[in-house]
């Protein structure tokens, strides 16, 4: 089943109606596990400073000031946003006929323009 027949079955089925979804994947990944798997496939080590969020809101709250666009203040509280895990109750994938992939398998497609020569 590809995606525009998930929606589909998830906007008109009656039993989605006033149902909350919860679409984690099927594996939790943590930051440095994410930066590992694109050094991998980028063939390439990832640089630059890994700022505390203190620093870094600081900085945008600064960089709020100048007029072309920068980081702002908003995307630094939304970057170091936990995802939950699933909860009792709520409705999932397997709700909608979905089985997610899992990143490892696609993650070369979208991350193939970016390797080194």
Do not use: C, H
């Not at 995606?3 to 440095?32: C, D, H, N, R, W």
């Amino acid at each position: 089943m590809d995606v525009a027949q998930a929606l589909s079955i998830m906007l008109t089925a009656p039993s989605t109606a006033s149902s909350t979804f919860a679409l984690a994947g099927p594996k939790t990944y943590t930051f440095e596990t994410l930066l590992a798997l694109v050094e991998a496939l980028t063939l390439k080590k990832l640089q630059g400073p890994n700022f505390p969020k203190p620093v870094l809101a600081l900085a945008a709250r600064l960089w709020d000031l100048v007029w072309w666009p920068t980081l702002s203040p908003d995307e630094v509280t939304r970057r170091f946003i936990d995802d939950v895990a699933v909860e009792g109750g709520l409705k999932g994938f397997a709700d909608l006929g979905i089985e997610p992939d899992v990143l490892e398998d696609v993650a070369i497609v979208y991350l193939r323009r970016y390797r080194s020569r």
